[in-house]
Every structure is written in C-alpha cells, then in structure tokens.
C-alpha cells in the first residue's frame, strides 16, 4: 500500500534559518504530492502540491520539487519566521480514490526569534 | 479555495452522553467527506469515508456503532458519538475533496472533544 516517511522532529531553528523538512513515499501509481500546515488548535491548510514528476509548488516561501527518480517532496523554505511555527504533514493520493490521502506522522516546526 | 467548516470546535460533556459534530463545505458540494482522530503530537488517523445519501465506509478497527457518520446533503455530514467515554477525548477533524480537484482536501476547524 501506499506509505509517506517524512523527516522526525521536532525541529527547532532560529528565525530567518534555513528549513529542510525530508519527506518519501512509495505508491503504486503515479500519485499527486501535498504539503499541508497545521497551526496550533487549528484544522489542516493546503500549502503546497505538485501532481506531476518535476512540478514544483509553492507558497509563502516554501517550496518543494516532485521527484520521481529518488520518491521524494522535501519541503524547503530560505528565511523561516516565527509565524512559520506549526505541524507540518506530507501527503499523497492516488486516483481513482484521490480523495483519500495518505499523511505522514507530521513534523513539529518551532522558530525562535 | 474551497471552505470547510466544522462546529462545535470545542466541546465538553459527561461521560455517557453522546456529541454531534458537524462538518460543511460552505462553498460546493461535497459528494465525499472524511473524518480523522488525531492524537496528541500525532498523525491524523482516517476513521471513516462519509458518502451522500449512503452507508459511510469505516476503517478497519472503527466501531461504527460507537462513531455514527451521517451524509444527508451534498454539503454536511455529521459525525456523532454516541455513549462517549474519557478514551474517546481526541481533537476529530473533518476533510472534503472539491469537485476537479488533483487530490487536496479541504479541512474543517477540527473539533476537541473531551469527555469527564
């Protein structure tokens, strides 16, 4: 079955550090690839997809490359900031059942200022 | 994007009594919804696929029984359990896929829900 593997925390930085957060997956199929956020007491946001190998998402600074050769979606950021503190999770879904995703365990974020 | 809403998002109540929790997607129509558990510092656990005018599909382990999912509009689906007990105090959140979408989900507040 299909499985995400993303990077243990927690993971502490100083503001305006660089972020690296590792996530794999293995499928069976040519799945679409997600990063959501979740801030505290809150539910999860979309902050990033890419459903293709070699699609790059982006937003707020973040990014991340679909990689098919190597299974991997690391989510990069340059300049991390305080408000950038949060959980997040690595995701994928596969047609014809897209809706149901398969989540990582989720990586604790803390910047410092 | 596509909004989700969920409520109560913080409930409190005796043990016995059952909780209703609500989820609506207030700007399409959700054919599917999904219900998650999640656990402190943990992942999100996929409890049950809620489908429209049908049985919801449980995951292996979920007392269906005990977790009623009801989907009578394109734009609710309700989640209620029923006789909760301290065990069952957890943080559930609800998903919706858009209509066209590639895959993501559109999630709701998530509700805490603790029992005494």
């Known amino acids: 079955g299909d499985s995400v593997t993303q990077m243990e925390g927690p993971v502490t930085l100083s503001e305006e550090a660089f972020l690296t957060i590792n996530c794999t997956y293995t499928?069976?199929?040519?799945?679409?690839l997600f990063w959501y956020v979740q801030y505290p007491g809150e539910g999860l946001q979309l902050l990033l997809k890419?459903?293709?190998?070699?699609d790059k998402g982006s937003n707020k600074g973040f990014e991340a490359t679909y990689r098919k050769e190597t299974t991997s979606f690391h989510l990069e950021k340059g300049s991390v900031q305080v408000s950038d503190s949060a959980v997040y999770f690595c995701?994928?879904?596969?047609?014809?059942?897209?809706?149901?995703?398969?989540f990582g365990d989720g990586t604790t974020l803390t910047v410092k200022p | 994007g596509a909004v989700v809403s969920q409520h109560p998002s913080r409930v409190i109540c005796k043990s016995g009594t059952s909780v209703k929790i609500e989820c609506r997607s207030l700007d399409f129509q959700a054919t599917t919804m999904f219900w998650y558990r999640q656990f402190p510092k943990k992942s999100l656990m996929l409890m049950a696929t809620?489908?429209?005018?049908?049985?919801?599909?449980?995951e292996q382990g979920v007392e269906k029984d005990k977790f009623l999912i009801n989907h009578a509009s394109l734009t609710l689906s309700t989640l209620t359990v029923t006789s909760a007990h301290p065990e069952d105090s957890s943080f559930y959140i609800c998903?919706?896929?858009?209509?066209?979408?590639?895959?993501?989900?559109?999630f709701g507040e998530g509700s805490r829900l603790t029992v005494l």
């Open positions: 995701a994928l879904s596969e047609m014809p059942n897209a809706g149901k995703s398969t």
């Open positions: 998903s919706a896929q858009a209509g066209g979408s590639t895959g993501e989900l559109f």
């Open positions: 890419a459903t293709k190998a070699d």
């Open positions: 809620s489908n429209e005018g049908s049985k919801a599909t449980y």
């Open positions: 499928a069976t199929g040519y799945p679409s």
